[in-house]
Every structure is written in structure tokens, then in C-alpha cells.
């Protein structure tokens, strides 16, 4: 092959820029600006996580000086408390029921807000008012009203026959109270699911119904690949949220978790061997206890995402 | 904000960190001298509104002490209360019950009024058994806000209608059994049931306990009782409960202790055992046909016993003691104090304004002064105060309790549990 004619154009370097005064000066501002979140950050947040993890070795009753004990907490929480089991296991059941349903529900109604009708714009609103009033306690006292015994709910169910009675007084159901509570809340992953369904291209949807795609298939073969980021997203920050959910558990049971430990969110126990029991120490090697599941967990999402989970311009 | 040193973001910085740190030691003294208290404790709004008249009247003559008040339930005042103490923001006077000094005195919360008594602090009018319930380690940390005992409330109605009697005249008693076929009577007649299933608190077990010339914890802080009785005692219950003489699972399992989610001011149930210091509650929420009766014993000795309901306490870190004893002082001995309080926190502490205020006394004050008297024989000295853990002890039990009425286990096992449970709780 002989030369080209075509000459290169030479690459012209830009000139390295000199380290000026005015960039450090610059530096020095932007921590200036900075300073109020690294100060909040470090005495608000990193500066009490170390303690708890400092506490966490101690037996520390919240008046007295912590003494240190090792890692006798960590053992007695593993060996011999049956209720730390059991709050485990009931906030076991809470996530893998309420997280499901809540995204579930969030995408079914974002799929329904994504069509082009007028007024969308007050559904939206309106599907998405609950989530605004989050983890408030009226909202909270609200549902226990609603669900205690011979409340709305129970005479609604009464009326077509299903006479199960209030579900927040009776074991078997009280757990559900709260799962319902946190399907009710929706709306933040709705109105993120609702973003990604505006991102899915028109034409992949055209094509599809060409080849015969009916609505089911297109829904699984268009919708669902195209969200999977999305999904994956949404998945992580319910689950990490749904294993720190306490004030629902906290007011409908009236602090206690009752009735028979039936609501006892590992994030109540742990308050109550805090607050109520005098063993902060305790309290704080459950807190990292948790950290370290839901990370493991989190971890563990990502991981299986390399399966699942399809962003646009990859080959499958 | 044009040129900015180095050096000047770092002073920029350690100024923001001391306004912070300025604001966070907050004094409460202003520069007139006069003091600011926080005065705490838990009750209904019947009490929250005498204790802010004697409160008013405290200030009226003490110009240069201001009181800021707060109540709230018995369990968010508790919730609240370790929180604030805990981080050093505590209340100057703070109203506890048995279960609590214990747990306070024992991590060294409350200020040992020991060089009060006798000077600012008198309680040579308040009996020695009511202050007993106030020391810990022989020290007194807090004192009797008032004197109550147990009692069953009930209205009348719903037992008249059946044909079932109340013993309520002084000296009538009434046996175990006897109770529970006035109760079976009224939960047969389907209205509401007969009482509120009172398996679920520990200090009715307690009354039982002392029945039997046992008690709850030995005078060391060691349990006082074995799974058997516990066992007897939640079997007795439980034969009450397929007849409706106690109310079922679904209400009890909602029963804290306070008057608003009471079984009988729910109109669930007919009648409540209770401390006779929240009769005036249940006048104020329930209705003023409401009769007082002594516990049931099947033994001579009738269980009940002179109790402080509450106590006050001050403050172990309070920077303003000498005021908060001079208004501790003014509650419990005051004449004034005592007729605005009336039966609020049972009858007055003090004998000498407790004759003042029974005498003058109406309505639901009225009818705990006339069950004092009436059982006036019945009633033995103070038990001694719960020790350090008890608190736990008390939430294990009712949380077993639960399991019990959802039969979610049998009596004969949670009866063990409890044992089990309390120990730990002492242990620790």
C-alpha cells in the first residue's frame, strides 16, 4: 500500500495547563461551599456510625459509662435470643412480601399513567400523594384505625362475607397491616418506573406488533428488557428501605410489636433493647448486624443483574 | 466572596464549628435570675389539666421560677423520657412508677434527696410505708405523688341487669369464684364481657402473690414466684374466657395500662381492675355512674396493699434542684396542691391534706376516698420497690400473655418462658 496523499493532520497537544494560583484558589472555595455537608456528614453520620460500632463491643445502659465486653453481644445475639430470631424472621417475611408487591403495583399503574389521556397529570399527583405522606405516624394511626377490629376494613370484609375480624389484633394477620401499608406507598418507585417506560423507543413496539406480538408478549419481550435497569434500581432501594421499616410497626403496635411479636420488625427489636431494655450496646451490634445483611444482600442483587438486567447498546 | 486564604476557610470553618457547638449547651437561666424547669410525667387529660392548675399556682408564688410542662402517654413518656436523659437533656422533675424507679435510681438518673429532707422537703406528714416505695439502697430518690390501691371498677348497670353482686360496702369481700360467676353472668348476657382479661399485667399477679404470702421478688431482687403458680393463676383466667367473663384476645391484646385504650372505656368490657389512682380518669372518660370494689381473695388476707401510684423524682444532672424540690415539695404538701389535684394521682400523700381534700372531695375523687375508707382494714403496707430489670420482666410477661390468649402456646410452657425471661432480666 503506498502512502497516502491524504497527509494526517497532526495532532496538536494542547498545552498542559499551568497550575495556577487560581485553580488552588478555586479548590479552596469549592471546599468552602462544601463545608456544611462535610460537617454534617462527619458529626451527623460517619462520627456516630463509629461510635455505635464502638458501642457495639460494650455493654452500655445509655446513662452510665460504656464497659467494654468484646464481642459478647454479637455472641448472645446469635446463641441465645429467641427474639432476635424471630424479628429476623418477621422482617424476612415483611421484605419478601411487601417489596414484590410494591413494585408490582408501581409498575402496573405507571404502565396504566404512561398512555396518553387527558387529565394523566392529576392521577399521577394522586397516585403519587401517599408516598409524600411516607412513613408519617398519622398515616400510621390512620391504618391501625382502619384495620383494628370492627374498623373500615373489617366491615368492609364483614359485608361480602369474609369475616376475618381487625387484622392488627390478631397475629396471624397483623403483619399484613403493614405490608399493605407499604404497597399503598408506591409512588416513588412509580413515578421512576414511569420514567423508564418514556425512555422505551415506539418503533421497538411498532415492530413487534408487525411480527404478531399481542400485548402479553409485548410486555415480556419489549417492556420488561427495556426496564430491566430500572427494575434492578427500584429493587435495591425497597428492599434496603423495607428492611429498615419500623415506624409502621412502631404505631400500629403501640411500640411493642405485639400482638404476640407478630409485627416485631428487626428494627423494633433492636429500639426496644435500646430504649426500653437499657442495652444500647446491644441495640448497636444489631445496627451493624443489619448493615452488614443488607449489604451482602445488595451485593448479591448486583451480582444476579449481570444475568437479568439489559442496557440499550449490549448484545444479548 | 472574591480571594479566599487558605488560612481564612480554616477559620471560617472552626467559627461554624463553635456557633454549633454553642448552640448545643443551651443554659436555662436567664438573665433576670429567674429559672426555667421541665416538669414531666404521663396521665390522662384529667390529670394534665389539675397538674397545670397547681402548677399555676406554683408560679404564682414563686415569680422567678417558670415550670414548662409536658405529658403524654404511659408508654411514649417513657420512649421519650430514657432518650432525653440520655442525651444529658433530662427533665428537672419527672414523675416514675415502681417499675421505673428502680431502673433510674439503680443507673444513677435521679438526685438523692437525702439533704432536702426535713428542711425544704417535709414528709413528716406523709406515711413511712408510702416513702419506703421512694428509696433505693436506702436512699430516698423520689416520693409518693399520692397513695392508691387496687381496685375493680365496674358499672353497676351491666351487673344489675344480671343479677350478679358487687361486694362494695366496708368490710363485704368476695372470693375468686364468686368474681368469676358475676363476670361469666354479664359476658353470658352477650353485651360486653365481664371484665378486662387482667392476665396480662403483672401486677394484678402480684395482688394474687401476696394472697398466698408470696411475692413478685424476694426482698434480695430475686423471684419470688415458681411457673406453677403462674401457671395456676393464667388457668384461673382462661376458664373465664370461653364464656366472655374476660374480654377476648383481639381487645386484650391492645391493653397498656392507660385509661383511653382501657377495655371498659372502649365499652368492650363491664368492669376493670386497676389502681383506684385512675378513677377520676375513668369518671372523666367513661361516666359518673361508675362504683368502685375491692379485689376478690380467696385467703383472709386480701392481697391489696397502699401503694404510691406515682412518685416524683428530680433530676440526677437537673442544674436547678433546689427548685425542683422547692416545687416537689409544694405538690405533695401544699394545701392548695392538694385540693386542685384532688384524686389525680390517687389520694394526697400528705394525711393532713388528704382529710382536707376528702372531705371537699365530688365526683371521681369523691369515690376513691370513699373506697379508701371502705377498705381501710383490707388494705396492707406498701410492697417493696421492683428491682433493676423489672421493666423487661414486665413486657416479657404481657408479651407471653399474648401467646397465651392467641394460643399460640400453653399456659404450663409460657409460665416457663416468663421464669426464664425474668431471670435474664434480673441478671443483667
Given amino acids: 500500500m503506498t502512502q497516502s496523499l491524504v497527509k494526517r493532520p497532526e495532532v496538536v497537544e494542547p498545552p498542559p495547563a499551568p497550575a495556577t494560583r487560581g485553580r488552588r484558589r478555586g479548590q479552596g472555595v469549592a471546599y468552602l461551599f462544601l463545608s456544611p455537608w462535610i460537617i454534617g456528614a462527619t458529626l451527623l453520620t460517619i462520627g456516630p456510625m463509629v461510635a455505635s460500632l464502638y458501642l457495639s463491643f460494650t455493654d452500655y445502659d445509655l446513662f452510665e459509662a460504656p464497659s467494654w465486653i468484646g464481642v459478647e453481644n454479637y455472641v448472645t445475639m446469635f446463641t441465645a435470643d429467641e427474639r432476635f430470631w424471630h424479628a429476623t424472621w418477621t422482617t424476612t417475611k415483611y421484605v419478601l412480601i411487601s417489596v414484590p408487591l410494591k ?15 387527558s387529565g394523566v397529570g392529576l392521577y399521577r399527583s394522586a397516585f403519587y400523594a401517599p408516598s409524600l405522606l411516607g412513613a408519617s405516624v398519622s398515616v400510621a394511626l390512620a391504618w391501625r384505625a382502619m384495620f383494628s377490629t370492627d374498623g373500615t376494613v373489617d366491615r368492609l370484609l364483614s359485608s361480602v362475607g369474609l369475616d376475618l375480624g381487625g387484622w392488627v389484633d390478631q397475629p396471624q394477620y397483623a403483619l399484613y397491616t403493614l405490608v399493605a401499608l407499604a404497597a399503598w406507598q408506591f409512588g416513588a418507585p412509580m413515578v421512576i418506573f414511569l420514567a423508564g417506560l418514556k425512555q422505551v423507543p415506539r418503533e421497538l413496539y411498532e415492530a413487534a406488533a408487525i411480527d404478531g406480538a399481542g400485548p402479553a408478549r409485548r410486555f415480556l419481550s419489549v417492556t420488561l428488557p427495556m426496564l430491566s435497569p430500572v427494575i434492578l434500581f427500584n429493587l435495591v432501594l425497597e428492599t434496603i428501605h423495607a428492611f429498615q421499616a419500623f415506624t409502621g410497626a412502631f404505631v400500629v403496635s403501640s411500640g411493642r410489636g405485639g400482638p404476640s411479636d407478630a409485627t416485631l420488625l428487626y428494627p423494633l427489636y433492636l429500639y426496644q433493647r435500646g430504649f426500653t431494655d437499657f442495652r444500647m450496646g446491644y441495640a448497636s451490634a444489631m445496627a451493624w448486624v443489619l448493615l452488614v445483611v443488607v449489604a451482602v444482600l445488595t451485593a448479591l442483587v448486583f451480582r444476579s443483574a449481570r444475568r437479568w438486567v439489559f442496557y440499550a447498546g449490549e448484545d444479548r | 466572596m472574591g480571594r479566599m486564604s487558605r488560612r481564612g476557610a480554616a477559620g471560617l470553618l472552626v467559627g461554624l464549628l463553635a456557633s454549633t457547638a454553642a448552640l448545643s449547651g443551651c443554659g436555662s437561666e436567664s438573665a433576670d435570675g429567674s429559672v426555667t424547669l421541665r416538669f414531666v410525667w404521663w396521665g390522662n387529660e384529667d390529670r394534665a389539666k389539675v397538674t397545670r392548675a397547681a402548677v399555676e399556682e406554683f408560679q404564682k408564688r414563686n415569680p422567678d421560677i417558670k415550670v414548662e410542662t409536658e405529658y403524654s402517654g404511659y408508654d411514649a413518656y417513657f ?12 427533665p428537672d422533675l419527672l414523675q416514675l412508677d415502681r417499675g421505673t424507679i428502680g431502673e433510674y435510681a439503680g443507673r444513677n438518673v435521679l438526685a438523692d434527696l437525702g439533704e432536702y429532707v426535713g428542711k425544704t422537703l417535709k414528709v413528716d406528714k406523709i406515711p413511712a410505708n408510702l416513702l419506703e416505695g421512694g428509696k ?3 436512699k430516698q430518690h423520689a416520693v409518693a405523688a399520692g397513695a392508691t390501691t387496687q381496685m375493680l371498677i365496674f358499672d353497676p348497670t351491666h351487673f344489675e341487669a344480671v343479677g350478679a353482686k358487687v361486694p362494695t360496702a366496708p368490710g363485704e369481700k368476695w372470693t375468686w369464684t364468686e368474681f368469676a360467676d358475676a363476670m361469666t353472668k354479664v359476658g353470658a348476657a352477650g353485651q360486653v364481657s365481664g371484665t378486662t382479661d387482667f392476665g396480662w399485667a403483672i401486677d394484678w399477679f402480684e395482688v394474687w402473690l401476696h394472697q398466698r404470702d408470696k411475692s413478685l421478688y424476694t426482698p434480695d431482687g ?53 389502681y383506684d389512682s385512675g378513677v377520676t380518669g375513668y369518671f372523666s372518660a367513661y361516666g359518673p355512674s361508675l362504683k368502685v370494689a375491692p379485689l376478690p ?26 427548685a425542683a424540690v422547692k416545687l416537689l415539695d409544694f405538690l405533695v404538701n401544699d394545701p392548695e396542691a392538694g385540693k386542685l389535684l384532688g384524686a389525680s394521682r390517687g389520694v394526697p400523700p400528705n394525711e393532713e391534706v388528704r382529710a382536707q381534700v376528702c372531705s371537699s372531695a365530688e365526683g371521681g375523687s369523691k369515690a ?38 392467641f394460643n399460640r402456646v400453653s399456659v404450663a410452657d409460657a409460665a416457663k418462658r416468663v421464669i426464664q425471661d425474668a431471670e435474664k432480666s434480673l441478671g443483667s
Fill in chain 2, 222 to 274: 430475686k423471684l419470688g414466684f415458681s411457673a406453677e403458680e403462674l401457671t395456676e393463676y393464667w388457668e384461673m383466667i382462661g376458664k373465664m374466657r370461653p364464656g366472655k367473663g374476660v374480654s377476648p384476645a383481639e381487645v386484650t391484646t391492645k391493653m397498656d395500662g392507660s385509661v383511653q385504650n382501657s377495655g371498659m372505656v372502649t365499652k368492650q368490657a363491664a368492669s376493670e381492675i386497676g
Fill in chain 1, 103 to 117: 413494585l408490582g403495583l408501581a409498575l402496573a399503574v405507571a404502565m396504566l399513567l404512561n398512555r396518553q389521556r
Fill in chain 2, 79 to 90: 420512649q421519650k423520657l430514657s432518650t432525653q436523659v440520655a442525651g444529658g437533656a433530662g
Fill in chain 2, 368 to 405: 376513691v376516698c370513699d373506697y379508701e375508707v371502705a377498705q381501710k382494714d383490707k388494705i396492707g403496707p406498701a410492697f417493696g420497690a421492683w428491682p433493676t430489670g423489672s421493666s423487661a420482666i414486665k413486657r416479657d410477661f404481657q408479651r407471653t400473655y399474648d401467646d397465651v390468649i
Fill in chain 2, 297 to 322: 381473695s380467696d385467703a383472709a388476707e386480701s392481697g391489696m396493699a397502699a401503694m404510691p401510684p406515682v412518685s416524683f423524682a428530680v433530676g440526677q444532672r437537673s442544674k436547678h434542684k433546689d
Fill in chain 2, 136 to 138: 433505693v439502697d436506702g
